[in-house]
């Protein structure tokens, strides 16, 4: 059975966008990087224009622990399951795990499909430059792991996307 959606409001996408960004516009309100054993906020980058939103990167980098923690809590039958995303109405944050690595994406809800493969492919590339340093994480954050948000900040996400449509 198919189910046609008709949006009898045009102007609201209720949650549903598409692929309409202009070419200066990140389908990512941030991006987080955290040790999954501490919780501890290894690097973080913030495309957002708005500076009070995600202002204090050490309460929001807890609370997204503390909440996969819970969820790992409530577990019952499955002890692979694991939180991948949290929906609002207009924004997403996804997850995407890798050893102790967590990456954590607050998302403007423009394509899950989209930001799930370049989150993913976002995560691979840090755990394979980082990966001894993330390993042995003892609280200090390795310097060369700072030098990464220069790679953040001058990244196109969308060249991914067609990297990946590619192979």
Known sequence: MTYNWYN???KKLYGFNIENLNSNEQRFHAIYFLDNLTGSLLLCNK???NITLFSNEDLICG???ALNLFINELKLESKEDE???INFK????????KGRLSVIAISKKTNLAAE???LHDVMEDFYQKFEHAITNFNGIVDPSILQYKKKLENRN???LLRFNANK
Request: hydrophobic share 30%; glycine share 0%; net charge negative.
């Open 63 to 65: 609370f997204l622990n």
């Open 90 to 97: 207009e924004t997403r944050i996804l997850y995407e795990r």
């Open 116 to 118: 799930r493969v370049i």
């Open 47 to 49: 495309y957002t224009t």
């Open 8 to 10: 009898p409001n045009p």
């Open 83 to 85: 939180i991948q995303e």
């Open 157 to 159: 996400f969308d060249s």
